[in-house]
């Protein structure tokens, strides 16, 4: 099994950077996804990013894609979402997420995904 704790979150100034970390344990295959989601009280989790653990698959939600990029670390079995160009619409509980395969068509997916950790919060202020 997975097991994923993010880090990383906090409270920052629109304009300003944050870097998510989401440090992953047990067994991991190239073909992994590794997902970034994000969560506000009463709205469903969305999705942000995406990647294949040997990186070379990367997708993003539109709302993200040129601010936001997701890496992975594999001699730290870290991942990371560095976010730039924070907008108070930024602000939501990020999930880090994993699952056994990737596609286009799932990695998306929040349901895709079998491996969660619990979240981190980041709150963008104007």
């Known amino acids: 099994q997975v097991q994923l704790v993010e880090s990383g979150g906090g409270s920052v100034q629109a304009g300003g950077s944050l870097r998510l970390s989401c440090a992953a344990s047990?067994?991991?295959?190239?073909?992994?996804?590794m997902g970034w989601f994000r969560q506000t009280p009463g709205k469903e989790r969305e999705f942000v990013a995406a990647?294949?653990?040997?990186?070379?698959?990367?997708y993003y939600a539109d709302s993200v894609k040129g601010r936001f990029t997701i890496s992975r670390d594999n001699a730290k079995n870290t991942v990371y979402l560095q976010m730039t160009s924070l907008k108070p619409g930024d602000t939501a509980t990020y999930y880090c997420a994993a699952a056994t395969s990737f596609g286009p068509a799932t990695a998306t997916l929040a349901g895709f995904y079998p491996y969660w950790g619990q979240g981190t919060q980041v709150t963008v202020s104007s």
């Open positions: 047990g067994p991991t295959f190239s073909a992994y996804s």
């Open positions: 990647t294949r653990w040997s990186g070379d698959r990367i």
